[in-house]
């Protein structure tokens, strides 16, 4: 069963920092993109940042120097470290996958967790 399940979410002050997990079982991790999307209510799902399988990373310009994607293929984990959180951060924020590519579209992937809540405090 192809299952993508997100953890570390939670309430932090602005300034602070999370780290989520995305934990893969069911597929070939190491053949897939993982990406991050974030919805916060009333908006759309916006790209945050992605990893190929080589490594090459892409952000959005809100996360470029405060968050950090990594990826470990013998954990067939993606992590996001997201430093100097700020109120407006704040969001439901969902693992994805697909073997399309990197892309900051969510229709490229197929593949999603079930989003974990980040609430970042003034």
């Known amino acids: 069963q192809v299952q993508l399940v997100e953890s570390g979410g939670g309430l932090v002050q602005a300034g602070g920092s999370l780290r989520l997990s995305c934990a893969a079982s069911?597929?070939?991790?190491?053949?897939?993109?993982m990406g991050w999307f974030r919805q916060a209510p009333g908006k759309e799902r916006e790209f945050v940042t992605f990893?190929?399988?080589?490594?090459?990373?892409a952000y959005s310009d809100s996360a470029k120097g405060r968050f950090a994607i990594s990826r470990d293929n013998a954990k067939n984990t993606v992590y996001l470290q997201m430093n100097n959180l700020k109120p407006e951060d704040t969001a439901v924020y969902y693992c994805?996958?697909?073997?399309?590519?990197?892309?900051?579209?969510?229709?490229?992937?197929?593949?999603w967790g079930q989003g974990t809540q980040v609430t970042v405090s003034s």
């Open positions: 990893v190929t399988g080589s490594g090459r990373t």
């Open positions: 069911g597929v070939a991790f190491s053949t897939y993109v």
């Open positions: 994805a996958a697909n073997r399309a590519g990197g892309s900051v579209r969510p229709g490229f992937y197929d593949l």
